[in-house]
């Protein structure tokens, strides 16, 4: 089990800009059986043991005097541009009860409805509500995707493989993962141009009358009484 060492830490006149310096961090640990007791751990350790133990496993806390306190790593906070944590909450367990907690499921291997047919892996759950003795809590359970050979496989919470003396809190007919089939969507011909509704511009006619383009009938005519009156007019007598 993962253990880490903790100094007590006074509320007043300490600084948090002074435990960086000294690599160390802020924390508390506080439960049913347990005051809240402010505390400080080395940074890096801290960093080390969130990692593998998350917030569903048990580790160890052991003060300055060799006293050890079963907890789970309830809140912590970080800093919102590196992420790196600022502070720690944990919870100490009373000793004899049972804990419970949601473990992260862990998808694994090769789904032959995945690989060969081309389906596409739905993650229905993805933590589990369990009930465990501290030391009997999984980092995380595992869920076998082999089992899904045929699109319409499905995998429940009551297939999966717990450790001894874990008990589950939630229906096991949940559904914990299926296969979603993908379906082509037809794509439609576009349709045909109406060429009814396409105008075509003759070349090489003269527009009658009435039509766009046309001269207007009393334009015609006061041309061609022109013309006339041009054509009788006597010439100049030669002097």
Known sequence: MLSLNIQARATHGAKNDQLK????MPAVFYGPKEASTSIAVDAKEFAKVWKQAGESSVIILRDEKGAEHEALIHETDVHPVTGEPRHADFYVIEKGKKVEVEVPLEFVGISPAIKDLGGILVKVIR???????????????????????????TIHVKDLSLPAGVDLKVNPDDVVASVAEIKEEAVEAPAAPDLSAIEVEAKGKEPKEGEEGAAPASDAKKSAAGDSKEAKKPSESKK
Request: aromatic letters at 0%; proline letters at 6%.
């Open 21 to 24: 310096k000294a690599g160390r």
């Open 127 to 153: 933590a589990l509500k369990i009930e465990a003795a501290p030391r009997d809590l999984p980092h995380k359970i595992d869920v076998d995707i082999s089992k899904l050979v045929q699109l319409t496989d």
